[in-house]
């Protein structure tokens, strides 16, 4: 069955940090195009990060320097790292992979990605 599942969403304080994870099943994550998207309420869908077959990583300029993006093959995961987070960060953040395998990616837009997790609540508040 083909699913994803995050975890590690949190409440923190500005300046604190998140590893947020991506549990993938039902296909290997190395095939795919993997992404993490946020939704803050009131606001659309917003790519914030992906990351290609090829290893190579995109990140929205928001972001770029205090969000890191990696994959686990053996473990089927795909992580978020993100580091000196603001209150501008909080929203529901999802995972999501491409409709088809090595597809080429780039930042990540909503209208590519047809697998989506259902999300984890990450609030930065003081």
């Known amino acids: 069955q083909l699913r994803l599942v995050e975890s590690g969403g949190g409440l923190v304080q500005p300046g604190a940090s998140l590893r947020l994870s991506c549990a993938s099943s039902?296909?290997?994550?190395?095939?795919?195009?993997m992404a993490w998207f946020r939704q803050a309420p009131g606001k659309e869908r917003e790519g914030v990060s992906a990351i290609g077959t090829d290893g190579s990583t995109f990140y929205t300029n928001s972001v770029k320097g205090r969000f890191t993006i990696s994959r686990d093959n053996a473990k089927n995961t795909i992580d978020l790292l993100m580091i000196s987070l603001k209150p501008e960060d909080t929203g529901v953040y999802l995972c999501a992979r491409t409709y088809n395998p090595h597809a080429r990616i780039g930042l990540p837009r909503t209208n590519d990605y047809g697998l989506w997790g259902q999300g984890t609540q990450v609030t930065v508040t003081s």
């Open positions: 039902g296909f290997d994550v190395g095939n795919y195009g």
